[in-house]
Nanobody, 124 residues
């Protein structure tokens, strides 16, 4: 079973950048995603990548500001977050799935493996 482990969270000023890392080793995974829980909101889809084809998906609220990349040799997916806003504050979770259909890629319940989360705080 894949066990994602997040790192890279922290405190940053609005307009700044952070890079989160998700090491997803220990099993097969074809899709790695990021979700976040922000104050007063349900868990929200941020971004996902299908590693087999390199297809990337982004949530509307982060499109154009966040970028996914990965290092296969290190089993690690990166989330580069630029132009951060105060509303990006929250706990960011990495999730992985061995088999997921594209129509479910934005659905948290479709993922079987989750990390513990990493806190991102953007000060205004």
């Amino acid at each position: 079973q894949v066990q994602p482990v997040e790192s890279g969270g922290g405190l940053v000023q609005a307009g700044g950048s952070l890079r989160l890392s998700c090491e997803a080793s220990g099993g097969r995974r074809n899709t790695v995603a990021w979700f976040r829980r922000t104050p007063g909101k349900e868990r929200e889809f941020v971004a996902a990548v299908k590693l087999s084809g390199g297809f990337k998906y982004y949530g509307d609220s982060v499109k154009g500001r966040f970028t996914l990349s990965w290092d296969n040799a290190k089993n690690t997916v990166f989330l580069q977050m630029d132009s951060l806003k105060s509303e990006d504050t929250g706990i960011y979770y990495c999730a992985a799935s061995q088999t997921i259909i594209t129509s479910s890629i934005r659905t948290s319940s479709a993922y079987s493996s989750w990390g513990q989360g990493t806190q991102v705080t953007v000060s205004s």
